[in-house]
């Protein structure tokens, strides 16, 4: 077996593409930054029970599992930075306010996603925690919106959906955890059919509300007008259905942006309790990023806080993003002299990049293209083009 290959679905990011990389995650950090996010550094292992708190078990499941040497405990590596970033908001910050926390850090999935073929990710996001309103939530859209701007993604299409719609068509039904993960598949690719049967033995009226979820979908004007229509008149249908308003008010006036809802986009449907958002763009088949209100994982930290805010990959955005982060450079002879070295000392301060290179080489390097050269005039050095 050749010692160089890499496990299936784990890659290499190679020059000029790690420096595009690290370029968008300098400034997208300090877009955040300018709203007031401080950013945090979770650690890539943690003890599963706590790294698996409040999630789903979907989350289990693309967690890769170890043993402790020291505690014996079992250690996961993390899946999904979002949980630990709550865990930081309930127990180390302890703040009674709002908080808002950014962060940027490797996942690893034990199995390749959906619609992914990476089984790493560089997970870029923001979390607002203390914050109970549509504001949050409307900032948290607003935010990734700026996000995808900077990395020169202006087409973008925003899918809304709300679990509280859910919640409130189930309200007096008592059914089991597997038995709503079951449903929630079936909501997810609108197997109208498979969820028939699945609702045969709930009454009628909760039957045509999980059937009228599968065409709740298209133009947001239409979509609410209908589910104010064919919806069982509920407060948590009612509530959900006036924050969606809300909202699509709201991002109205984003230039470039194409909105729509989705009332059976469930998604991670047992992780968030409110607004659920994602948001695509041409030439990718799955959502750019996710996002939306998750409360209640930090009620299962033993502290209950107002949560909302989105995550994405940073490698897929980079690959998508037009920019270009090649450098022009100057090329310098490698040698010894005094004032060689001070002239491209004073190149480098100044923000140039200069290259040296043994005599009769070329420089080879997918960054940076040397198109002038560092030439010795008379007593000094001087920059001229190729």
């Not at 299409?157 to 079951?182: N, P, V, W």
């Not at 999980?210 to 069982?232: D, F, H, I, R, S």
């Not at 109205?252 to 695509?280: C, K, N, P, W």
Request: negative net charge; glycine residues 8%; charged residues 25%.
């Amino acid at each position: 077996m050749n010692r160089w290959l890499l496990p299936e679905d784990i890659a290499d990011v190679l020059p000029a593409q790690a420096r595009k990389v690290e370029t968008l995650r300098r400034a997208i950090l300090d877009l955040y930054q300018t709203y007031g996010y401080e950013l945090v550094a979770p650690p890539i292992l943690e003890f599963l029970d706590s790294l698996l708190t409040g999630t789903g078990s979907d989350l289990n499941l693309q967690t890769f599992k170890l043993v402790d040497q020291m505690s014996g405990r079992t250690l996961g590596l993390r899946a999904d930075m979002t949980p630990q970033v709550a865990r930081i908001d309930a127990h180390l910050l302890n703040r009674a306010g709002v908080t808002r926390l950014c962060y940027a850090g490797s996942v690893a999935h034990a199995r390749t996603p959906v619609g992914s073929s990476a089984r790493e990710d560089l997970q870029l996001g923001a979390e607002i925690y203390g914050c109970a309103t549509w504001e949050a939530d409307f900032e948290a859209i607003t935010l990734l919106l700026k996000t995808l701007s900077i990395a020169g993604v202006d087409k973008v299409y925003l899918d809304l959906s709300h679990a509280g719609i859910l919640s409130g068509i189930l309200a007096d039904q008592k059914l089991d955890k597997e038995t709503i993960e079951t449903l929630y598949g079936l909501l997810q690719t609108k197997d109208r059919p498979g969820l028939g049967k699945w609702a045969a033995c709930l009454p009628a009226k909760t039957t045509d509300a999980l059937m009228a979820l599968t065409e709740l979908n298209g133009p947001c004007a239409e979509v609410l007008a209908k589910a104010k229509k064919v919806l069982p008149q509920h407060a948590a249908i009612d509530q959900a259905l006036a924050g969606l308003e809300r909202l699509v008010v709201a991002v109205s006036s984003s230039s470039g942006l194409e909105t729509s809802i989705d009332l059976a986009d469930l998604r991670g449907y047992q992780y968030h309790s409110g607004v659920m958002f994602a948001v695509y763009v041409d030439k990718l088949p799955q959502p750019i990023a996710r996002g939306g209100r998750y409360d209640h994982v930090g009620q299962a930290f033993g502290r209950a806080r107002p949560a909302t805010g989105f995550s994405l990959d940073l490698l897929t955005l980079a690959n998508l993003s037009p920019l270009k982060v090649r450098k022009l450079a100057i090329a310098a002879p490698w040698l010894e002299d005094i004032s060689l070295s001070k002239a491209i000392t004073a190149l480098r301060d100044s923000g140039e990049v200069v290259v040296q290179v043994m005599a009769g080489e070329k420089v080879e390097a997918a960054e940076y293209e040397c198109d002038r050269e560092l030439v010795k005039q008379g007593n000094s050095w001087e920059v001229k083009k190729k």
